[in-house]
Each structure stands twice: as C-alpha cells, then as structure tokens.
C-alpha cells in the first residue's frame, strides 16, 4: 500500500465529501447537527491555512487542514481560543488548529492518519504556530492523541456540537 500526502485539489473534493459522510456513521466525527451535506461543503473550509489529501492506490482516502486560530474578541466561539491561549500561553495569532482529520474506515490503523498529522504539524511548524485541536472524547483519536503527546487544556460546548455529543476536549501540543 503505498500512500501519498499532497496538497488538497478541489478536484478532491467530491470523492473527500464521500469518505467523510462514508465513516461519520461509526465515528461520529463530525459531531454536528446537521451533517453539512454535501460533505464535501465541510472538507473545504474557508480561511484554512493550508489542507491536504492522503492518496492510497491514487483515491484520495483522507484529509487534514491547519487553520488559523481567531483573536477570542473577535470570534463567535471564543472559549477554544481561550482554552488553547491560555494552554500554550501564546496570542491566537502564534497559534494553529489541526482539524478537518479523518481517513476512510477501510484504511484506518495502516499510517494514513498518523502521515497526515506529521504533514501537518510540520507545515505548522515551518510556520512558527503552536500546535491546538479540539475533540470528542468518545472516538479513538483521543487516545491516539494522548500518546503522541497531546494534553488537555479544558472543555466546552461550542455551539455547532451536537446535542446529544458530550463536550469537545481542547487540546494542544506543548512546545520542546
Ligand atoms: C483519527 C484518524 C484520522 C486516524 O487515522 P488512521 O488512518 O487510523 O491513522 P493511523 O493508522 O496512522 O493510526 C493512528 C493511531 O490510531 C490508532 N488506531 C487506528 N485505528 C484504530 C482503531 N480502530 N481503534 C483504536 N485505535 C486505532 C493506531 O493504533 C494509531 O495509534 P499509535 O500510533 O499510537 O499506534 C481516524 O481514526 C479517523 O478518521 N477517525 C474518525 C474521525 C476523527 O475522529 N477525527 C479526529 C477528529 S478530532
């Protein structure tokens, strides 16, 4: 199985749609109400840094962007900000949000995911931004986060959380 990390195209973004509606019944991720649909309006989010597909036998089968991290003044969900400043204790603007991660249930446990999260955080880190997501802690990526050296730095229900998920868990990558 050979993987491939490259730049997002927006060719992508049919096939990505698919993969993330494919795995959110067993997932969950993304927790929201309703599933932006199609999924594909949720991969490509607006004001991303930078995203990337993972590509398995040329199908792209997972994705991973970094996103700026807005001032919480000026921000309609300030309490991640807050929680990730406080946490890193750094401005927003020092900082970088991991999300739009998944892979396709078909490839999960094979490197695809940790390939994307190194991609990522080295774009961060050419970037100077200090590493922060958020997530649910009912899936399997807190775990996997947990023991790659993610810490919790709070909790909170941002308004687009489903209500029948519990609370997203902010989390950040501390600096050597
Ligand atoms: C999180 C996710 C992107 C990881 O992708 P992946 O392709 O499985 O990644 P990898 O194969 O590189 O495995 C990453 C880690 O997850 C663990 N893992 C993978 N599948 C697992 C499973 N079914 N159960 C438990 N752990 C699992 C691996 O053991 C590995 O941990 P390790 O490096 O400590 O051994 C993927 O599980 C996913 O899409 N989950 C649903 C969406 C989601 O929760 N996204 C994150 C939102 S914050």
Known sequence: ???????????????????????????????RDPLPMPGADFVARAGALAAWTAEVDGEPVGHIAILPVRDPAASGEPELARLWMAGHDLP???LGEVGVYFTATHVRGRGVGAALMRT????L???ALAPCLDV?????????YRRSGWVEVGGTRPSWLAADAPDVIAMILPRD
């Open 1 to 31: 199985m050979t993987i491939t990390i490259r730049p997002r195209r927006d060719d992508d973004l049919p096939a990505l749609g698919h993969v993330l509606v494919e795995q959110q019944p067993a997932s969950g991720y993304p927790h």
């Open 92 to 94: 927003a603007e020092r």
């Open 120 to 123: 990522a955080l080295d774009e």
């Open 125 to 127: 880190a050419a970037r």
């Open 136 to 144: 649910i802690p009912t899936g399997t990526a807190v775990d996997y």
